[in-house]
T-cell receptor
Framework: GQNIDQPTEMTATEGAIVQINCTYQ??????LFWYQQHAGEAPTFLSY????GLEEKGRFSSFLSRSKGYSYLLLKELQMKDSASYLC????????????FGDGTTLTVKP | GAGVSQTPSNKVTEKGKYVELRCDPI?????LYWYRQSLGQGPEFLIY????????DSGLPNDRFFAVRPEGSVSTLKIQRTERGDSAVYLC?????????????FGEGSRLTVL
């Protein structure tokens, strides 16, 4: 079966650093994605990891450990606009195909 | 177009009625997906097209749900005999279909409310 776990909610302060964890147990793995979704809007792509290690992109970084079924999204220098839901998703097949999403972590950034 | 376009943005219908939701993907994207998202949950996979054919329809909940993509571009999700439990935001996404550039580009969604 497919199982993706993320914390439901997190709160952090503007300017701080926050780490959002994701653990997964899925049948088939061909990459892990992080998406950002503001309330009432469509999810937008943040990062992609298929090999173990850290991928850095500006203020956002994502880490993957395939052996542990674990990923995290690291957000630095938090801004108020970073308040959103962060979705972890695992792609199952080699080509572009089905992805299973977690239920998302709602991050609230406070001044 | 510039992004994935979905119509209608909102649809209110009565239990038992038939509805169609349309998705116009990013030009040139061969892969198209339908997901369903309920409040407080992540998107739930319904069906995936590669070109005109449904490559994986394992997420369709039952035979009341059907989707087509006759010319490999626009897709229509069809729901027969709607039930209150079908109420959700139906998200369409497209991707280039390549292995490495596989991120999904989502539309704004069609919010379906079944009374």
């Amino acid at each position: 079966g497919q199982n993706i776990d993320q914390p439901t909610e997190m709160t952090a302060t503007e300017g701080a650093i926050v780490q959002i964890n994701c653990t997964y147990q899925t049948s088939g793995f061909n990459g892990l994605f992080w998406y950002q979704q503001h309330a009432g809007e469509a999810p937008t792509f943040l990062s992609y990891n298929v090999l173990d290690g850290l991928e850095e992109k500006g203020r956002f970084s994502s880490f993957l450990s395939r052996s542990k079924g674990y990923s995290y999204l690291l957000l630095k220098e938090l801004q108020m606009k970073d308040s959103a839901s962060y979705l972890c998703a695992v792609r199952h097949t080699f080509n572009a195909g089905k992805s299973t999403f977690g239920d998302g972590t709602t991050l609230t950034v406070k001044p | 177009g510039a992004g994935v376009s979905q119509t209608p943005s909102n649809k209110v219908t009565e239990k038992g009625k038939y509805v169609e939701l349309r998705c116009d993907p990013i030009s040139g994207h061969t892969a198209l997906y339908w997901y369903r998202q309920s409040l407080g949950q992540g998107p739930e996979f319904l069906i995936y097209f590669q070109g005109t054919g449904a490559a994986d329809d394992s997420g369709l909940p039952n035979d009341r749900f059907f989707a087509v993509r006759p010319e490999g571009s626009v897709s229509t999700l069809k729901i027969q005999r709607t039930e209150r439990g079908d109420s959700a935001v139906y998200l369409c996404a497209s991707s280039s279909g390549l292995v490495l550039a596989g991120e999904l580009f989502f539309g704004e969604g069609s919010r379906l409310t079944v009374l």
